[in-house]
C-alpha cells in the first residue's frame, strides 16, 4: 500500500543571482580606470611655460627643452631626440615645449638645428594669459 502525503511539496524555483551589485562593481572599476588612467604623457622634467595668448591647436608631435638646454622627444634625449621628432612630424606641427628659463640663443640654435633637419612648421606651446 502507498503512503499518501496530505500536503504536495512544490517546484522550487531556482534561485537568481541579484545583478545590482554586480553593475556596482563594474561602474567602480570603469571610474577607477578613468580615474587613474594618464590622457597626455608627463614631461620628462619640470618646465615652466612661458605665458601668451592665442588659439591652441592639437599637434601630435612634442618636443621638451629644460632651463638648461637639456632636449627630450619620447624616450630620447640630444640630437637623437631631434632627429627622431622631425622624423615623426609628417603633415603635423611640431609642438615644442621650452622653459621660460631658456636662453633666447638656446632656443634659436634649437630652431635653427630643427630647420637644417627639415622641419617645416614649429610650434612653442606657452600658458594662456
Known amino acids: ?32 580606470f578613468l580615474m587613474t588612467a594618464q590622457i597626455v604623457p608627463p614631461a620628462p622634467f619640470d618646465l615652466t611655460l612661458p605665458n601668451a595668448s ?3 591647436d592639437a599637434g601630435q608631435t612634442t618636443l621638451f627643452i629644460s632651463a638648461d638646454g637639456e632636449i ?31 636662453s633666447a640663443q638656446t632656443l634659436a640654435k634649437v630652431l635653427g638645428q630643427l630647420t637644417a633637419l627639415g622641419a617645416t612648421r614649429v610650434e612653442i606651446v606657452t600658458e594662456g594669459g
Do not use: W
Request: charged letters at 25%; proline letters at 6%; hydrophobic letters at 55%.
Open 1 to 32: 500500500m502507498r503512503r499518501r502525503t496530505l500536503i504536495t511539496p512544490r517546484m522550487r524555483r531556482t534561485a537568481r543571482e541579484p545583478i545590482v551589485p554586480m553593475i556596482n562593481v563594474v561602474f567602480l572599476l570603469l571610474i577607477f
Open 54 to 56: 592665442g588659439e591652441e
Open 72 to 102: 627630450a622627444f619620447d624616450t630620447h634625449q640630444g640630437d637623437a631626440a631631434l632627429a627622431l621628432a622631425v622624423a615623426a612630424t609628417a603633415d603635423t606641427p611640431l609642438r615644442l615645449y621650452a622653459d621660460a628659463a631658456l
